[in-house]
């Protein structure tokens, strides 16, 4: 079982930054394909970015690209998110998940964490 858990969420002004960090323990998770997701009240759940294993492949919604990093430093065992010109629009609780199949993109996720959440205001 692999556990997951975020970090890094917090209040924040229109135009600042926040970088999340998910920390992954457990069976093979240092190796796995990661990814963000975030959830505002009354939407569905959104997908934001994804990061393969060894880092060297990076996919990004639309909504995102251009203000967010996805990055992963495997000798920490943690995957981040950094997160810029942030917007009131971006308020939601943020997870990080892990795909176990090697699929690129990963088409499914299977282990998640609690989600860590973020306020931005104008």
């Known amino acids: 079982q692999v556990r997951v858990a975020e970090s890094g969420g917090g209040l924040v002004q229109t135009g600042g930054s926040l970088r999340l960090s998910c920390a992954a323990s457990?069976?093979?998770?240092?190796?796995?394909?990661t990814g963000w997701f975030r959830q505002a009240p009354g939407k569905e759940r959104e997908f934001l970015a994804a990061?393969?294993?060894?880092?060297?492949?990076?996919h990004y919604a639309d909504s995102v690209k251009g203000r967010f990093t996805i990055s992963r430093d495997n000798a920490k065992n943690t995957v981040y998110l950094q997160m810029n010109s942030l917007k009131p629009e971006d308020t939601a609780r943020y997870y990080c998940?892990?795909?176990?199949?090697?699929?690129?993109?990963?088409?499914?996720?299977?282990?998640w964490g609690q989600g860590t959440q973020v306020i931005v205001s104008s």
């Open positions: 457990g069976g093979t998770a240092s190796t796995q394909n």
């Open positions: 990061t393969s294993w060894l880092g060297a492949r990076a």
């Open positions: 998940a892990v795909a176990v199949a090697p699929t690129w993109p990963p088409s499914v996720y299977d282990y």
